[in-house]
């Protein structure tokens, strides 16, 4: 059986997989993105999203507890005005951010990175049961949002929701009110693109589908 790990500790990353009948365990990275960054000097939002996905990947990759299985980082950077936009942390950056994003639009674009820690036939297995691949691909979807009162922006970051969120919002909870259309995949708006997960797992000569019924919930 092939298992999935995924290196997030995103409860909307592992909802989608799970809708999606995709078996998975989660076991988070250690990874410090901004040390990353520096390290690399990576401005581009795109780019950015692509590497801290494989910082994630591969640093749980070397765990014991990853031998034998699928190690899938993914990670998101919000593009406005031609900037980079992770998690604002605080209020008063939310708030910044938010104002400039009222009836504007921005591109989420989420990093994925597959390694495929399954034994090979060069690791001395009877035959090949792994490819040894590690690849990686961005999604990324416009978001358009709708103009935002002063008062809803405050309500909004009082709930807490928007401090750890890529950009400031999100689309599958309370920040979804203020999401007027996306162009282009919505899940990797979510965190986590689906197709995009498909392609890589072709890429190591996994089929989507022979990992359904490991995340179906019995009849």
Not at 4 to 13: E, F, Q, T, V, Y
Not at 121 to 146: N, R, W
Request: aromatic fraction near 4%.
């Amino acid at each position: 059986m092939t298992r999935l790990i995924l290196a997030s500790a995103s409860p909307a990353r592992t909802k989608l997989l799970t809708d999606a009948g995709i078996g998975h365990t989660v076991l988070v990275s250690d990874v410090d993105e901004p040390a990353v960054q520096a390290r690399y000097g990576v401005t581009d939002p795109h780019d950015t999203a692509l590497l801290l996905a494989r910082a994630k990947a591969e640093a749980v990759a070397v765990l014991p507890e990853a031998e034998g299985a699928l190690v899938l980082g993914c990670d998101s950077v919000f593009e406005f005005d031609g900037e980079a936009h992770g998690k604002p942390y605080t209020a008063d950056v939310a708030r910044e951010r938010m104002a400039r994003m009222s009836g504007s639009r921005g591109v989420l674009h989420t990093g994925h990175w597959l390694v495929d820690n399954r034994t090979t036939a060069a690791d001395g297995a009877p035959e090949p049961c792994g490819s040894g691949a590690t690849v990686g691909a961005v999604a990324s979807a416009e978001v358009h949002f709708m103009e935002m009162a002063p008062a809803e922006i405050d309500a909004y970051i009082a709930t807490g929701e928007p401090l750890l969120c890529a950009g400031s919002f999100t689309i599958d909870g309370l920040g979804g009110a203020f999401i007027r259309k996306v162009d282009g995949d919505p899940h990797a708006v979510v965190g986590l693109s689906i197709s995009t997960l498909r392609g890589l797992l072709a890429q190591a000569d996994v089929a989507i589908i022979s990992l359904w019924a490991q995340g179906r919930p019995s009849p």
